[in-house]
């Protein structure tokens, strides 16, 4: 199957901090999603990316499907933006593969 | 839309009893999965349903999971006899058919 390799694996950022996480990919993928999992637990559509660049506030995402990687822009950081971020994305049928996350603590 | 929606939100039973899962999808999405999380093995695909119709369901771990969507807006996945490490947060999500929206889990402790 298609290997994902998401980076980095945890991150410590003060607030007002950006930061880029990464996701490559071994094979070309589809349906790219970008989640946030909150402490709470629940996991929130942060973009639908399968190609090109999107914003949402402090939130952008880029995929460069022809190198087969994902980046995801946090700028400004804020406390509850603690958590972790998964990429996602299926190969050639619906199942969707979850990345290993990365763990984001925002600190005062 | 309110989303989809899960219940219970928290589950507590004993190893052996039977447990019932709920899942209401987005109206309109064709598409419906199931999903376990846990610590060691992270999140992983159980079963999907397209059209009410189960398509892949080699991800249920053994014979004491079932699951069934017998209208577009409802599913259940069932297991039983319950065992301790059937332990862990299952989530259901549906899909128009590209983008995946979870509802907010199911924790299960099976004591």
């Known amino acids: 199957g298609i290997q994902v390799e998401q980076s980095p694996p945890d991150l410590i950022l003060q607030e007002g901090a950006n930061s880029t996480l990464r996701c490559n990919f071994s094979?070309?993928?589809?349906?790219l999603q970008w989640f946030h999992q909150n402490p709470w637990g629940q996991l929130i559509n942060l973009f639908y990316?399968?190609?090109g660049t999107k914003q949402n506030g402090r939130l952008s995402a880029t995929t460069v499907a022809t190198e087969r990687y994902s980046l995801l822009y946090i700028s400004s950081s804020q406390t509850t933006d603690s958590g972790v971020y998964f990429c996602a994305f299926t190969g050639g049928g619906n199942k969707l593969t979850f990345g290993t996350g990365t763990q984001l603590k925002v600190e005062l | 839309d309110a989303g989809v929606i899960q219940s219970p939100r928290h589950e507590v039973t004993e190893m052996g009893q039977e447990v019932t899962l709920r899942c209401k999808p987005i109206?309109?999405?064709?598409?419906l999965f199931w999903y376990r999380q846990t610590m060691m093995r992270g999140l992983e695909l159980l079963i999907y349903?397209?059209?009410?119709?189960?398509?892949?369901d080699s991800g249920m771990p053994e014979d004491r999971f079932s699951a069934k969507m017998p209208n577009a807006s409802f599913s259940t996945l069932k297991i039983q006899p319950s065992e301790p490490r059937d332990s862990a947060v299952y989530f259901c999500a549906s899909s128009p058919g590209g983008e995946r929206y979870f509802g907010p889990g199911t924790r299960l402790t099976v004591t």
């Open positions: 109206s309109g999405h064709d598409y």
């Open positions: 094979d070309s993928v589809n349906n």
């Open positions: 990316i399968p190609s």
């Open positions: 349903f397209n059209n009410n119709v189960p398509i892949d």
